[in-house]
């Protein structure tokens, strides 16, 4: 539809046709509302309650959300926090000053603004002036916005990424800074295990100033855990019973924020490459962090280190038990090599996310799931057939042949026949 023609649709139409149609456009108004933003302003002026509504939740004009924000009405400016475009506006200091958490946290868990979030995540701009137990609770909150999940470029043009990719690894550069940022305490921990875990894997390729090293050492826990008690909890969480496991009843609590340290230490090791001599120590470092970290992204995709995995194993799987399997399952390259793949078939069928990530990887790479043997005996019958139907059109074109031989004799004896019957007649008469 023209677009003068739409505007005038809308701006004549009833309410709740407005609101379903700006519902179903949400993504296309950009386009739509570029060289006309007045239409938003007409529709504005219509003081309708459901397309005040409409423009709050869907609008992507910062004015438009300001001025119903301003209005005062506590639903539509929760509706206007919901909008996945807001970001900074003048309002903001004041949720901040006055700490209203109900509205910061519909902001906070929808915006898809990811430079808000890194303003947050450094505690810059409008978010500088909060005190710091605040912003420890908004950067609680945060955790439940989805955004954190989408995937991210290493394309260091950040502010040039029409895509917003980049600015997603500028949202994960300041998400990783809190390592640095925060205080190593129990809480802290678990704060940003939770984070980590939400992000999206972060590859050894993704380069920006946080000395990894540093933070691994740095994000330790101050109490001593014995490696048989973590491996007892770990492989005991989710079936434990309190009556009658005193044991895991006694080490549960410790062991839990354990593993927040671990998790914390894992994906900070996720930045060191295979190929470096610090990663290499991981596979015999006393951290269970680093090893897991060895077991996720060493490259198993080699002959050698076929060989290296099936005879380490079981010295893998007695040191770090399930957890062993945990993490290796999660290393891509061991989907590649078929021979591992079998082999995994064997020793780990019954992991359910063994199945779910083999069965991914299947769906997205067919071809390395084609049987080799079966493709060369394929190619043995089509090759048979083809000197089959070669010897088929040689037979073809010699019979051929001899079907015209055969009726160019036919004609010869035709024709003597007839001349012996003329003379004997001329002899007769």
């Not at 916005?145 to 997603?168: C, H, Q, R, T, V």
Request: proline content about 2%.
């Amino acid at each position: 539809m023209n677009k003068e023609i739409q505007s005038r649709f809308l701006e004549h139409s009833d309410p709740n046709v407005v609101y379903d149609w700006f519902e179903k456009n949400t993504y296309e108004l950009w386009r739509i509302f570029d060289k006309n933003p007045k239409v938003e302003l007409i529709l504005l002026k219509r003081n309708e309650p459901i397309i005040d509504l409409a423009l709050a939740l869907f609008s992507k004009n910062s004015e438009i959300r300001n001025i119903l924000f301003d209005r005062g009405d506590s639903a539509i400016q929760k509706a206007v926090l919901t909008n996945k475009n807001c970001n900074y506006f003048p309002e903001l200091e004041n949720l901040l000053k006055e700490e209203k958490t109900e509205y910061l946290e519909i902001l906070l868990t929808n915006t898809e603004d990811r430079l808000l979030l890194v303003q947050l995540f450094e505690r810059g701009g409008v978010f500088g002036k909060i005190k710091k137990e605040y912003w420890l609770t908004l950067l609680e909150i945060t955790i439940k916005n989805k955004i954190l999940k989408y995937s991210y470029s290493d394309n260091p043009e950040w502010d040039d990424d029409p895509f917003g990719m980049g600015l997603a690894a500028r949202l994960y550069q300041a998400v990783y800074g809190l390592f640095n940022i925060l205080n190593v305490t129990d809480e802290n921990a678990g704060l940003l295990a939770n984070f980590v875990q939400k992000l999206p894997s972060v590859s050894s390729n993704f380069h920006f100033d946080l000395n990894a090293s540093k933070m691994i050492s740095k994000w330790k826990n101050k109490k001593s855990i014995q490696h048989a008690d973590y491996l007892y909890f770990y492989e005991n969480k989710n079936n434990w019973d309190p009556y009658y496991d005193k044991r895991f009843t006694k080490i549960s609590g410790k062991c839990r924020v354990e593993q927040n340290y671990v998790i914390c230490r894992t994906h900070l090791a996720n930045f060191f490459p295979d190929f470096k001599d610090e990663f290499k120590k991981f596979e015999a470092s006393d951290d269970i962090a680093l090893r897991m970290a060895y077991y996720r992204n060493e490259n198993w995709n080699w002959e050698e280190k076929v060989k290296k995995l099936s005879e380490n194993w079981n010295k893998y799987q007695k040191v770090d038990g399930n957890l062993f399997i945990k993490n290796i399952i999660k290393n891509i390259s061991i989907y590649w090599n078929k021979e591992i793949r079998v082999f995994f078939d064997v020793n780990v069928y019954f992991v359910d996310e063994y199945q779910e990530r083999l069965k991914e990887f299947k769906h997205s790479n067919p071809e390395e799931f084609i049987n080799n043997e079966q493709i060369e005996k394929i190619d043995r019958i089509v090759s048979e057939c083809t000197l089959l139907k070669n010897d088929l059109n040689s037979i073809s074109h010699i019979t051929r042949k001899i079907e015209k031989y055969i009726s160019s004799q036919k004609v010869t004896s035709f024709l003597i026949v007839f001349l012996l019957v003329v003379l004997v007649l001329i002899l007769w008469l």
